[in-house]
């Protein structure tokens, strides 16, 4: 597949982009080589290749689900900055 200017012009209007003449150019060439690449991959034997998101086998690590105590509430506020009724003041924000 080739790409022409006027595919880098028309795909740069699509995202808003101003570009000058000199960058068409560029992105032009970069286009080009890009995809001249994905053609060469697209000559490898894939056959009996499973589709993976990784490389390597990933795992969530899951630990045990134990209750614990909680925070005293003098030890939660102990380094509040401000503290009003017993809980955490912070400034209003809405009018």
Same mark, same amino acid.
């Not at 003449?21 to 994905?38: C, F």
């Not at 030890?75 to 955490?88: D, M, Q, Y």
């Given at each position: 597949? +080739?790409? &022409? ?5 028309? %795909? ?23 995809? +001249? ?11 009996? %290749?499973?589709? &993976?998101?990784? +490389?390597?086998? &990933? +795992? &969530?690590?899951?630990?045990?689900? %134990?209750?614990h105590d909680s925070l005293a509430r003098d030890e939660a506020l102990k380094n509040a900055p401000s503290i009003e009724r017993g809980c955490f003041? %912070? ?5």
């Amino acid at each position: 597949m +080739s790409i &022409t200017e006027k595919d880098v012009e028309y %795909v740069a209007g699509l995202a808003r982009l101003n570009l000058k003449e000199g960058e068409v150019n560029t992105y032009t060439a970069q286009l080009q080589r890009i995809l +001249s690449y994905v053609e060469k991959l697209s000559e490898l034997d894939t056959e009996g %290749v499973e589709p &993976t998101a990784y +490389s390597e086998s &990933t +795992s &969530t690590p899951m630990r045990e689900d %134990v209750v614990h105590d909680s925070l005293a509430r003098d030890e939660a506020l102990k380094n509040a900055p401000s503290i009003e009724r017993g809980c955490f003041k %912070v400034p209003k924000i809405i009018e």
